[in-house]
């Protein structure tokens, strides 16, 4: 049996290092996802680095790690599905692993929509606006709670 950290992004951050780099910086989806799996190997479990543009395949995955348990921490970056959405809200009540919301950019600096987050009432924690390094604590955040 592997443990296993999903990590989520969500819709546009597939752009990331073209889409608005003064605001979520110059780094590729594909640069974090590289730091991310480092960062999980030296903490000692297996990222699952995915992102979709659809709110349906995020909550079977979801779903899917729900069912498995493999999955023992969740990290989650869900775009402005954060905002919007209450079916990834509910998947996520699914799961009984620990679960952390991060953000790039700091979204309660932003316009007053992004105010509201789906996700960060079922995390333990949510971290915002230090760009890719909040991928790594949230990957370090995890690892020490599930050693506790």
Not at 25 to 51: H, N, P, T, Y
Not at 103 to 127: C, D, G, K
């Amino acid at each position: 049996m592997s443990k296993t950290i999903l990590i989520l992004n969500g819709p546009n951050l597939n752009m990331l290092g073209t889409r608005e780099p003064g605001i979520y910086g110059a780094s590729s989806l594909s640069d974090i996802g590289k730091l991310c799996a480092e960062a999980c190997e030296k903490a000692g479990f297996k990222g699952d680095f995915r992102q979709s543009n659809h709110e349906g395949e995020l909550v079977t995955w979801v779903q899917q790690a729900s069912q498995d348990a493999n999955f023992k921490g969740v990290i989650v970056n869900a775009g402005a599905y954060t905002h919007t959405s209450v079916a990834l809200h509910d998947a996520l009540r699914l799961l009984s692993c620990p679960i952390v919301e991060v953000h790039l950019s700091n979204p309660m600096a932003r316009e007053s929509f992004r105010h509201t987050s789906y996700v960060a009432p079922l995390a333990f924690a949510s971290i915002c606006g230090l760009g890719p390094t909040g991928y790594l604590v949230a990957i370090e955040a995890l690892a020490k709670k599930l050693s506790n």
